[in-house]
């Protein structure tokens, strides 16, 4: 079975803060994939990114990086200088094989003040 | 722009009247999914078509039905709406298979739905 957990319901930043999302999977499989979705107040998921199993780089585009360690089974997503216009849910995802379902964790909802 | 559209965008049903939910694709993906979200959880997915094949989740309800005249829409049936079933329907879909197949799923802005 797939589980992906997110244990920051929510959190709560000043602009300008830097603010770091954690995500947790669990998995059974060797071959899987990794992926953060925003959801902004208007409901759309927004994709962030995906990672698959066997890429361990962090990545970095634009404000946005992401910690991936396979051996602590974390993929951890990183906000610098956060903006107002990044308030929102933020899910984690895991899926496992092509056409298979998204795992989604809980969600974090982030609320950036100015 | 390629797109997910869904439509409504908001949906008034009333309890036990049939509702139609629709999505359509211009991005010629051959997967397409949909997730119910209720408030504040997570979206569920509900079944999915992979080309013509319709794979149901197990703990889908029989009240909801699909289907996909094309590869460009699929269409959600709710046979008799309860009132557990109002929640945010999303529709996404992914290429799958073969060559550039890359499994990220970009979703709709998913349809609210509302039973009175």
């Known amino acids: 079975a797939q589980k992906v957990t997110q244990a920051q319901t929510e959190i709560s930043v000043v602009e300008?803060?830097?603010?770091?999302?954690?995500?947790?999977?669990?998995?059974?499989?060797?071959?899987?994939?990794?992926?953060?979705?925003k959801q902004p107040p208007s409901g759309e998921l927004v994709f962030l990114i995906r990672r698959n199993s066997?890429?361990?780089?962090?990545?970095?585009?634009?404000?946005?990086?992401?910690?991936?360690?396979?051996s602590t089974s974390s993929f951890n997503f990183t906000i610098t200088a956060s903006q107002v216009v990044d308030s929102a849910v933020y899910f984690c995802a895991l899926c496992k094989t092509s056409g298979?379902?998204?795992?989604?964790?809980?969600?974090?909802?982030?609320?950036?003040?100015? | 722009d390629a797109m997910v559209i869904q439509n409504p965008r908001y949906q008034v049903t009333?309890?036990?009247?049939?509702?139609?939910?629709?999505?359509?694709?211009?991005?010629?993906?051959?997967?397409?999914?949909?997730y119910q979200q209720k408030s504040s959880q997570a979206p569920k997915l509900l079944f999915h078509y992979y080309d013509k094949d319709f794979n149901n989740e197990a703990d889908t309800p029989d009240n909801f039905q699909s289907r996909r005249p094309n590869?460009?829409?699929?269409f959600l049936d709710i046979r008799s709406p309860g009132l557990g079933d109002a929640a945010m329907y999303l529709c996404a879909t992914s290429r799958e298979g073969g060559p550039g197949s890359y499994n990220e799923q970009f979703f709709g802005p998913g349809t609210r739905l509302t039973v009175l």
């Open chain 1, 16 to 37: 300008k803060e830097d603010v770091t999302l954690d995500c947790v999977y669990e998995t059974r499989d060797t071959t899987y994939y990794l992926f953060w979705y």
């Open chain 1, 54 to 70: 066997f890429d361990e780089q962090n990545e970095i585009s634009g404000r946005y990086s992401w910690n991936f360690q396979k």
């Open chain 1, 100 to 114: 298979s379902r998204l795992t989604f964790g809980e969600g974090t909802q982030l609320t950036v003040n100015p």
């Open chain 2, 14 to 34: 009333q309890f036990g009247k049939p509702v139609t939910l629709s999505c359509s694709q211009t991005l010629n993906h051959n997967v397409m999914y949909w």
């Open chain 2, 71 to 74: 590869t460009s829409f699929c």
